[in-house]
């Protein structure tokens, strides 16, 4: 099960998950501060209203006198116009002495319960006729002849301002804060970036090192970051060692291999010749024919596994090709002079190429080897090397076998894959394979086809010149 996929895809990115972390704690505190805002701002606004309502009753009861005994009282202007300051509500007053109004609305309510003192305050909410009216009453004692008389004098706005100042408020608010959040949201994204270029620079200094370079990595990085360094330079310290346990082990198997087999294939052969029974020689035949078979699949097979280990640290060496196909071509001699075919060499040098001289020595030797074994008794193999532009030298191998039969031509070069023409000839399939591998590895390629008057093979090898 592949996890990441699992995941929803604005989580799969250690970027995305820390931009949408930090954008929720904006976010949070976006909201924390509108609700901050709002709520100071409408008590505020509240308070204020409250302040000139005080004011204004406060100027009403100072107004208040006494003549011969009858409580007077000239309402100043200045005591109504401080209320517009809050807004165009409508504004309602009362002033009563001992429960009798003296002007104002009658039907405006004084608070309940008695009256302690002279001065006080009492600032209340209530409804009146259909309205929300903030209420503030002041107590003023005054002498009427020689008795004291309480008067409350008691002052009232509607809220609709008060409202409308704190909704005002409200909404700045939500847009500032709206504002904070997508600026938030942007820097928190680069921050993210910020703190995540330690990660990429990791990452780009491990893909730009080559399939063989396993050194351990020496970079300055996080904290956070050590644990992951320390694990992968342990990998590729056990990786190295398992590489290089494996390549001993081809080796070592490539010699322990093909000795034993050649020493039964000689021990047969000379059986061969001693024994006089036909069965018998039948049965040594087979005894070599299987030897050789397995000789060459051996062979092969660690021919492949050395071309899959190098190609991944390929070396870059000048190799001239000219001097290579004369140095393969001598060592496949003695075996074509087995069935007097001879192998022509047409190869002027120097043609040089830059790559693994032991991989492209294999190349050529299977192809080789390949025309070797499918061509018939006393005929000749061409080897050719031409430029074929200012960019690419190629190496013909033409012989006059069977050739490459026309509906496996394309797959010849998988693995394992061999022509329907064979017949009972030895082979495992591997030779083209490993030859096609190693041009790719070199950045050339490999063409085979049919020479146009019908006889035998032909395979060129194309490598980019040095």
Same mark, same amino acid.
């Given at each position: ?39 100071? %701002? ?12 005080? %004011? ?85 004692? *005054? ?36 504002? !904070? ?39 300055? *990085? ?137 991989? !492209? ?106």
């Amino acid at each position: 099960m592949n996890t990441a996929k699992s995941l929803p895809f604005w989580w799969r990115s250690i970027g995305q998950r820390l931009t949408i972390l930090l954008a929720g704690v904006a976010a949070v505190l976006a909201v924390l501060s509108w609700w901050t805002v709002t709520t100071f %701002a409408r008590e505020a606004a509240e308070q204020t209203q409250d302040n000139v309502l005080v %004011a204004s009753a406060t100027t009403i009861a100072e107004a208040l006198r006494s003549e011969q005994g009858t409580i007077l009282l000239e309402l100043p202007y200045s005591a109504f116009a401080m209320l517009d300051a809050i807004g165009q509500d409508r504004v309602f007053y009362r002033v009563s002495a001992e429960g009798v109004t003296l002007t104002g609305y009658d039907d405006l309510a004084e608070p309940a319960g008695p009256v302690r003192r002279s001065g006080a305050v009492t600032v209340r909410t209530i409804n009146y006729r259909g309205d929300p009216v903030r209420a503030v009453t002041v107590q003023r004692t *005054v002498l009427a002849g020689q008795q004291p008389v309480p008067v409350l004098v008691t002052v009232a706005q509607t809220r609709t301002g008060v409202d409308a100042i704190g909704s005002e408020l409200s909404q700045t608010a939500a847009g500032l804060s709206v504002a !904070l959040f997508v600026l938030a949201v942007g820097l928190g994204a680069v921050a993210a970036s910020n703190a995540l270029k330690p990660l990429n620079s990791f990452a780009q200094a491990v893909s730009r090192r080559g399939p063989a370079d396993l050194r351990p990595l020496r970079r300055q *990085v996080p904290a956070e970051l050590s644990p992951l360094l320390i694990a992968l330079n342990r990998l590729m310290e056990r990786l190295g060692h398992s590489i290089r346990r494996s390549e001993e082990f081809i080796a070592e198997a490539a010699h322990r291999v093909r000795t034993p087999l050649a020493t039964v294939r000689v021990q047969a052969e000379l059986a061969l010749h001693t024994v006089e029974k036909d069965e018998e020689k039948q049965m040594l035949r087979r005894i070599i024919r299987a030897v050789d078979e397995s000789s060459r699949s051996a062979s092969q097979l660690l021919d492949h596994a050395t071309v899959s280990f190098r190609a991944d640290a390929l070396a870059q060496d000048h190799v001239d090709l000219a001097e290579l196909a004369a140095r393969v071509s001598d060592g496949l001699a003695p075996t074509a002079d087995m069935k007097d075919i001879a192998i022509n060499l047409n190869c002027k040098g120097p043609a040089d190429v830059r790559g693994d001289a032991i991989l !492209l020595e294999s190349a050529l030797r299977n192809v080789l080897d390949n025309s070797v074994k499918y061509s018939p008794a006393e005929t000749d193999i061409n080897v050719t090397l031409d430029r074929m532009d200012d960019k690419f030298w190629r190496l013909t191998i033409r012989d006059h076998g069977r050739g490459f039969s026309a509906p496996s031509l394309p797959d010849l070069t998988a693995r394992f894959q061999r022509g329907t023409n064979v017949d009972q000839i030895v082979g495992s399939g591997l030779g083209l394979t490993i030859a096609k591998e190693v041009l790719d590895a070199h950045g050339g390629r490999i063409t085979l086809t049919n020479p146009d008057d019908g006889a035998g093979a032909c395979v060129s090898l194309i490598l980019p010149a040095a």
